[in-house]
T-cell receptor, first 116, second 111 residues
Framework: EAGVVQSPRYKIIEKKQPVAFWCNPISGHNTLYWYLQNLGQGPELLIRYENEEAVDDSQLPKDRFSAERLKGVDSTLKIQPAELGDSAVYLC??????????????FGPGTRLLVL | SQQGEEDPQALSIQEGENATMNCSYKTSINNLQWYRQNSGRGLVHLILIRSNEREKHSGRLRVTLDTSKKSSSLLITASRAADTASYFCATSTSGTYKYIFGTGTRLKVLA
């Protein structure tokens, strides 16, 4: 079974430029997460989707960040314009969750972003 | 904000020794998970323990959960150089679907 796929793996851009990250979750997983991980820290949730609905985006800086999960499968996270402080690893994770049970989150390899 | 706090922040041991790392959290949880992250890689799920469980085993891993103390421990027995990584706990808070990660323990196993 294929795991969570993310692309690109690395991205270097200049500040004020836009950037987009793509995630393909594990087949059948209804829940998708985007996390931000700074160096030496644990991941911090940016947004969580249940199918195509964003059910928790309270940590997403909406002035410059946007995300979508059309058709409830793949997802895209966008930053426009990027700032120096956005340099981090952006992780996507997916899981199969029901009202009764939360299950394991499976993480992709991440996209390492460097803003110059 | 990060709910989980791992302890110690860094740990260095010899191959073959056991490694123990702890996670403390602040609010009631549904479950707690431990993840491993090798340098420059994504997180790999190790084990999930639910709030009504006290201990789980998986291979060389043993996880305990003490909800009265709001803490969990991860024991890696007979460590190997390949166990060198950062280990994170993640808690799922009661009433929400949000997972909150701790700051991690950086384990180094010396050959």
């Amino acid at each position: 079974e294929a795991g969570v796929v993310q692309s690109p793996r690395y991205k270097i851009i200049e500040k004020k430029q836009p950037v987009a990250f793509w995630c393909n979750p594990i087949s059948g997983h209804n829940t998708l997460y985007w996390y931000l991980q700074n160096l030496g820290q644990g991941p911090e949730l940016l947004i969580r989707y249940e199918n195509e609905e964003a059910v928790d985006d309270s940590q997403l800086p909406k002035d410059r960040f946007s995300a979508e999960r059309l058709k409830g499968v793949d997802s895209t996270l966008k930053i426009q314009p990027a700032e120096l402080g956005d340099s981090a690893v952006y992780l996507c994770a997916s899981s199969l969750e029901t009202a009764e049970r939360k299950e394991t989150q499976y993480f992709g390899p991440g996209t390492r972003l460097l803003v110059l | 904000s990060q709910q989980g706090e791992e302890d110690p922040q860094a740990l260095s041991i010899q191959e073959g020794e056991n490694a123990t790392m702890n996670c403390s959290y602040k609010t009631s949880i549904n479950n707690l998970q431990w993840y491993r992250q090798n340098s420059g890689r994504g997180l790999v799920h190790l084990i999930l323990i639910r709030s009504n469980e006290r201990e789980k085993h998986s291979g060389r891993l043993r996880v305990t959960l003490d909800t009265s103390k709001k803490s969990s421990s991860l024991l890696i027995t007979a460590s190997r150089a390949a166990d060198t990584a950062s280990y994170f706990c993640a808690t799922s808070t009661s009433g929400t679907y949000k997972y909150i990660f701790g700051t991690g323990t950086r384990l180094k196993v010396l050959a």
